[in-house]
């Protein structure tokens, strides 16, 4: 197993990648007016810390029971959070209600070409390290992720398989790639406070082509393989990071992803994206 | 700050240097005996390891108190456990009496030159790649890693001031290198489960020497200190880990240490040893 430790990366996920790619694609009028984006908190900072490189303002619309690890890391980089109702309705509504009173851009989770292609630079990195990955897993939220590890992964190596890995109490991937039609989380009290929200129609369409399968963990799982990280890999790693390793701790985990190596003569090489470390210590 | 990341270690910390240096110094007939040891976790897993390595037999004394991830890692590497009471008269004497009985060969947690040596290459390899480096910091219990690190910095560069850290609930090393007089821990109920033993006779000759200071830190320090390494640098490391951080984090500690750089213009570029990261979660 190969781990991509994007929980060692500037702001602590994956998410610093697309937010980058998108505010440094701004022309100079649009950067000007500033960027504006709604998240539960990695993509937040994200967008806090890159917004700041750039010398803009950012307005980030934040659920008001986001962890206040979160919220401090947003204020620390810079960025302005307005609160609002843990939905998705209030979210997207709050935003749009800032992007017309500032002008500002929005810079949307995952449904946005620039954001999937700078997530896609996790498993493009993680290829060209170790090129000769049988499978990659990642795992799935809005899908900004796993669709840009798709685009990435395949990109460097057609023949390496990309599966999302997705909590069963927020399983509206599954659900969506399954029947065939978008599917909206609408409750998902789950650990992974990552990956609560739903597939856009962008990610939703790459997935659709690109991505060989979505496997669901139970909470008792994202516990324990969170629990294997930090006592045996030494490094903190969120829930949400958990869920992509989850599946392959199961007995017959790795067989059952079908790969061409996995005899005991031929082992396979599996990457897995560790995709955030913000966690807040109680004591 | 320069972390040297021990606890990314293979066993999880710096013993195993000691460790495999000591047990591949052996002649073959002295290894033909096995070895045995006393320690309270971590140098009980390297011994372990090591004796695995040279596939030799290794008898470990551990305290009955000893946290239950340090004996499952010493039973994982092949280790056979010997419990006793948890003071340094019982660790003795059992580990004598096993050494009597089966003619093992003593590796003694610190108070051998060859386990000196050993944990000298941590501060060696980290000035190698940190030249320049104005101190050191790391924590001190039996001493065996803070004379090492006095001899592996000073070895690469003369200018390079070594410290020690250590619980104000343990200070016996603050206390002997104070006195002049080798100070016995009696009793120590510090967070700081790896540094509750005492200098032995080599150690403190060491230190005595080349030593350039003991800072005390409180329990509130190590617990903020090991929080900040959690949360900020996404690795897992053991309280005894965070005692060597916990000076820098106070107002006015890293000018406390009274280095040839330290204005604003010219900081100064301090290493730590981060010794280990073993600690069993409960959740």
Not at 9 to 18: D, N, V, Y
Not at 132 to 161: E, F, I, M
Not at 187 to 211: K, M, Q
Request: with cysteine.
């Amino acid at each position: 197993m190969f781990f991509k430790c994007e929980n060692l990366q500037k702001t602590g996920s994956f998410k610093i990648r697309g937010a980058t790619n998108a505010i440094f694609s701004l022309s100079d009028g649009e950067a000007g007016r500033g960027v504006v984006t709604h998240s539960s908190g990695n993509h937040a900072a994200a967008v806090a810390c890159a917004a700041g490189w750039r010398g803009i303002a950012a307005s980030i619309v934040m659920p008001k029971n986001a962890p206040a690890v979160k919220c401090r890391a947003v204020e620390a980089y810079g960025g302005k959070i307005t609160f609002c109702e843990p939905t998705v309705t209030s979210r997207a509504e709050t935003a749009a209600r800032i992007q017309q009173e500032t002008g500002a851009v929005m810079v949307h989770p995952y449904d946005d070409d620039r954001i999937i292609a700078g997530q896609a630079t996790a498993a493009k990195e993680l290829l060209e390290e170790v090129p000769g990955l049988d499978a990659v897993l990642a795992p799935v939220s809005g899908g900004g992720l796993l669709s840009g590890t798709c685009l990435g992964a395949k990109g460097q190596n057609r023949q390496t398989k990309v599966f999302g890995c997705e909590p069963e109490r927020a399983d509206d991937a599954y659900r969506s790639l399954t029947s065939g039609v978008l599917q909206k989380q609408e409750s998902s009290d789950t650990i992974a406070d990552g990956l609560r929200a739903s597939l856009a129609p962008r990610t939703f369409a790459i997935l659709r082509e690109h991505v060989d399968g979505v496997l669901l963990v139970t909470e008792q799982e994202i516990v324990e393989a969170m629990k294997r990280v930090w006592e045996h890999m030494k490094v903190v790693v969120e829930p949400s990071s958990a869920v992509a390793l989850a599946p392959l701790l199961r007995p017959g985990g790795i067989s059952a992803l079908g790969l061409r190596r996995s005899s005991a003569e031929e082992k396979s090489r599996i990457g897995i994206i560790l995709s955030g470390g913000n966690v807040e210590l109680k004591c």
